[in-house]
């Protein structure tokens, strides 16, 4: 008897579609608090046209059994990153009540230690997840480091780009992709980030402590980011490839000799191996160089 392995996607399809909704419902909410322009909407609408399209088109890519609470969490606070988003462009016009400003990213940020959790605890971890809340993560210090750049200077949108800026990198210089290593400096130094933007966008502390604390943080984010760039260097060799040497035991027949290395090199060839000497008479030496990808 046949197996039925048909996939049915429309489940998934309904979750992000209800996100989609409810950006829309907190965008009608914004317009209707503060009298958001048509920068802030057009910006919103984007956003979460964007999500909504990207999103599906990650779900059909990896085809997942079900969209799982951890990833609904996050969804969550990517509509809250949308309003964040939209407020953030409606600011070059008018600048948004800090209450309701702040109130948005602080509980998009707290929302963060929240989906990863959910995640292990229900056995739903899947690299979808971990790079949906990364982007999302990534996208809201790039939102509050524009705005924050409004008071501060430009040299605060580096926070925001230093991301994007690495996997721009990463394209041209592959060896950028390779994993790196536990780190508990690096989750605080990403944490802090938008902790500190936050701060700084909020407007309570004085411009030469908010100067002070952003700089700091940028400061942490360049060692953070240098350190890692560092240790791929430093490890490149060893993810990339592997010197191996293979050596053909002696003979004291000078005729046996000619006819081991053409055995040695064929071989070699068909293994994909690159013949870097052979040596007669004997011992026969074979330098060759693994390529391990």
């Known amino acids: 008897m046949a197996l039925n392995n048909t996939y049915d996607a429309r489940p998934l399809f309904q979750e ?3 996100g989609a909704g409810a950006q829309l419902l907190l965008l ?9 322009g048509p920068a802030g909407w057009l910006t919103g609408l984007a956003f979460a046209l964007a999500t909504w399209a990207v999103l599906n088109r990650a779900l059909r890519r990896t085809r997942p059994r079900s969209f799982g ?6 969804l969550g606070r990517a509509i809250l990153v949308g309003g964040v988003t939209a407020l953030v462009a409606d600011s070059f016009q008018s600048s948004p009540p800090v209450s309701l400003f702040v109130g948005l990213t602080a509980v998009a940020l707290i929302l963060d230690g929240v989906d990863g959790k959910v995640a292990r605890r229900t056995g739903t971890s899947t690299p979808l997840g971990a790079r949906f809340d990364m982007e999302v993560d990534a996208f809201l210090i790039l939102v509050l480091s524009v705005y924050v750049s409004m008071a501060l200077g430009p040299w605060v949108l580096l926070i925001g780009l230093m991301r994007y800026g690495f996997v721009a990198a990463a394209r041209v210089m592959p060896w950028l992709n390779g994993s790196l290593p536990h780190s508990m400096a ?6 802090v980030q938008g902790v500190v933007l936050l701060a700084a966008a909020s407007g309570w502390l004085p411009y030469e402590a908010t100067f002070a604390l952003v700089a700091v943080a940028l ?11 560092a240790w791929l260097l430093r490890t490149r060799e060893e993810r990339t490839g592997s010197r191996a040497v293979l050596v053909i035991p ?4 000078a005729a046996a000799d000619s006819m081991v290395a053409p055995a040695v090199s064929e071989t070699a060839s068909e293994v994909g191996v690159d013949v870097a000497a052979v040596s007669t008479p004997v011992p026969v030496r074979l330098e060759a160089e693994l390529a391990v990808r």
């Open 28 to 36: 009608s909410f914004l317009g209707a608090a503060i009298g958001m």
């Open 186 to 191: 690096r989750k605080t130094v990403a944490a």
């Open 219 to 229: 400061g942490s984010l360049l060692w953070s980011f240098g350190r890692d760039i």
């Open 69 to 74: 609470p951890a990833n609904r969490v996050t």
């Open 16 to 18: 992000t579609a209800v």
């Open 250 to 253: 002696s003979t004291t027949n």
